[in-house]
């Protein structure tokens, strides 16, 4: 299939991470998937946001800044600036950063919920209900009974409140909600996720509250409710506002117009997939065009919680850098992590598998071996490039290679295979771009591993060493020699391309060695690319290895991991 990809913008978000604590797996894990998509897209070559930041008027704020001493203000910097921090260590490219202390966040956000209170989709109420202060959310009386009047997140008991409050009529906009979501004008992915969204919907909706009135006791934390001094907005109300505040500027619009992609995990899905869209029907805006709910990491098979003390820090996924490089880190979290219905386990035995699989044994050690060879049999340059299907003039390549194995007492056992690798790759370039549409990153890296596989399996069949042994009394070895090692050097180099978007700096190593010209500065892995994906894939097109382009053997990408030694540990965090 080899539709042209869209061109629309491509805006993507990740939830605003609340600053009461600091950032573990779970936050860089989403921003990751965001991180990795938004390069994906940049590389097919499209206009892209990337947006993060931290949702800092939750009223956990201000519990937890009291505990540590601090103001609101005081502890949601100290903890934005460690989200900020984090996301800069795990090399992540977002475009923006949004604290909505911001005035810029505030002044919007307040504008929205004043237009949806003169329109009065925003009205006054009284309501009693059973509120989850950990998560800063009201649970419906249903779901309160079923989980025992216990949080179902943290375990923690629920608060019977009774409040005057704003709110929001959600219930007038169930049928457009269903229709959009079942139609797929507002694709929610997995679908398992999506059905249970569905079902949700049907069971009717509440309206839902967007203020709280404060109390002589609570500090003042919160964006004012338009025209009511004695309420603040419900933070979740303001947060989701964010999405569409941050881009709210004159050169910034055009992110609304395309894809528009909410990336989180399940647990705060409903709000991005149901609350938010309505608001932003009723609001004449449209609404996201993908909604993805990822589900969760655990730790070495346990749930990550507070009181087990097991949460995965961005210190230790640092410690893992240390040992193994950042982009192993990206790579095993992005193609391991829980980006379907299921979680997944962080467990130290999987890391150094997944390493030693796809890392060392599989893309390190097929560079270096191809590079090795470009160097000792060919002086580190080939003179000549191959067109994919192994036929030069004189003679074909494949089958003088497997007359060497013969003479050798080596024979192939099916002699009629073909390798197509113009094919093979053009195949696994579509793949990966169709792939990314939907947020199925972990397919669109394997399309880019599939190529490695690839050219190992060609080398094992092919076996150039065999070849290169009869160049001096086979007529014609040499060029098929060139040839073939041509061929596996240019799949890489397409691979590479595929795996750049989880592994940047590895994959900006590798140009730099074999001097492809990709980027428009190859020092920088982080520099924007020279051309689109499919122009840069082509096999023997523009920017592909040219004859004589030197292919140095460079350092090795990835040391094989030995699976006895220690995890890797980070020293405890400062200022817990
Ligand atoms: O909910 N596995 O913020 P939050 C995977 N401020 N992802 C995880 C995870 C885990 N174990 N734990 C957390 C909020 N996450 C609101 C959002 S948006 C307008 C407001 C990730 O700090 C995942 O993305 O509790 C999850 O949805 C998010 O962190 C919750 O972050």
């Known amino acids: 299939m080899t539709t042209e990809p869209n061109q629309s913008p491509y805006y993507i978000t990740t939830p605003i991470y609340y600053v009461n604590d600091r950032p573990h797996i779970g936050h860089c894990y989403t921003t990751l998937l965001a ?11 499209r206009d892209t946001f990337f947006l993060t930041g931290t949702d800092e008027h939750a009223e956990k704020v201000v519990n937890s800044a009291h505990e540590h001493d601090m103001t609101p203000m005081e502890w949601a910097t100290h903890n934005a600036t460690r989200f900020k921090d984090a996301f800069a260590q795990m090399n992540f490219s977002n475009d923006d950063f949004v604290r909505t202390t911001e005035d810029r966040h505030i002044t919007r956000a307040s504008a929205a919920i004043k237009k949806l209170m003169d329109q009065g989709d925003i009205e006054l109420g009284d309501y009693e209900g059973w509120y989850d202060p950990s998560q800063e959310e009201y649970l419906t009386d249903t779901v309160a009974k079923e989980h025992d009047f216990k949080s179902p997140v943290t375990g ?15 219930p007038k906009y169930e049928p457009w909600l269903r229709d959009q979501i079942e139609s797929g004008a507002i694709k929610v992915l997995p679908e398992q996720r999506k059905n249970e969204v569905l079902g949700r919907l049907k069971q009717g909706l509440n309206r839902v509250p967007v203020s709280r009135r404060i109390k002589e006791d609570t500090p003042d934390w919160g964006i004012t409710m338009p025209g009511d001094p004695d309420h603040r907005v419900y933070v979740w109300i303001e947060a989701l506002c964010n999405y569409h505040t941050t881009i709210d500027t004159d050169d910034r619009r055009k992110y609304w117009t395309g894809d528009v992609v909410h990336l989180m995990a399940k647990d705060i899905l409903w709000f991005h997939a149901v609350i938010w869209p309505a608001m932003l029907h009723a609001l004449g805006e449209r609404p996201p065009t993908l909604v993805y709910a990822h589900a969760y990491w655990i730790a070495e098979g346990q749930k990550m919680s507070k009181s087990l003390g097991n949460f995965i820090e961005i210190d230790t996924l640092g410690a893992y850098a240390d040992t193994f490089s950042l982009d192993a880190v990206r ?10 219905a299921t979680d997944s386990d962080f467990a130290h035995a999987r890391f150094v598998d997944v390493y030693n699989a796809d890392l060392a044994n599989s893309l390190g050690n097929s560079v270096s071996r191809v590079g090795n060879m470009i160097d000792k049999y060919f002086n580190g340059a080939l003179d000549r490039t191959c067109n994919g299907e192994f036929g030069f003039e004189g003679g074909k390549a494949l089958q003088l290679a497997l007359k060497a194995r013969e003479d050798a007492n080596k024979p192939v056992d099916d002699p009629t295979r073909t390798f197509n690798f113009n094919e093979f790759t053009t195949n696994a370039v579509n793949r990966a771009i169709n792939a990314y549409d939907d947020l199925d990153l972990e397919s669109a890296l394997r399309a880019g591993l599939d190529i490695v596989k690839h050219v190992d399996d060609f080398i094992s069949y092919s076996a150039p060493f065999t070849l290169a042994k009869r160049v001096d009394d086979l007529e014609h070895a040499d060029k098929a020699l060139a040839t073939i090692l041509y061929s596996c050097a240019e799949a890489l180099r397409i691979a590479t391309l595929l795996l750049a978007p989880a592994m940047p700096s590895k994959s900006a190593q590798i140009w730099r060695d074999w001097n492809c010209t990709h980027l428009t500065d190859p020092a920088d892995p982080n520099a924007a690319f020279v051309a689109p994906l499919r122009e840069l894939a082509k096999w023997t097109g523009d920017h592909s290895i040219k004859p004589n382009q030197h292919i140095n053997k460079g350092d090795t990408l990835f040391m094989r991991a030995n699976p006895s030694d220690p995890a890797p540990e980070a020293a405890a965090p400062a200022n817990a």
């Not at 991180?35 to 070559?45: C, E, K, P, Y």
């Not at 923690?156 to 959600?170: A, D, G, S």
């Not at 790579?331 to 379907?340: F, I, K, R, S």
């Open 35 to 45: 991180d990795v998509a938004s390069r994906a897209q940049r590389l097919i070559g």
């Open 156 to 170: 923690k008991p629920l608060e019977k409140r009774v409040e005057q409050n704003y709110f929001f009529n959600l």
């Open 331 to 340: 790579w095993y979290l992005a193609t391991q992590g829980p980006l379907g």
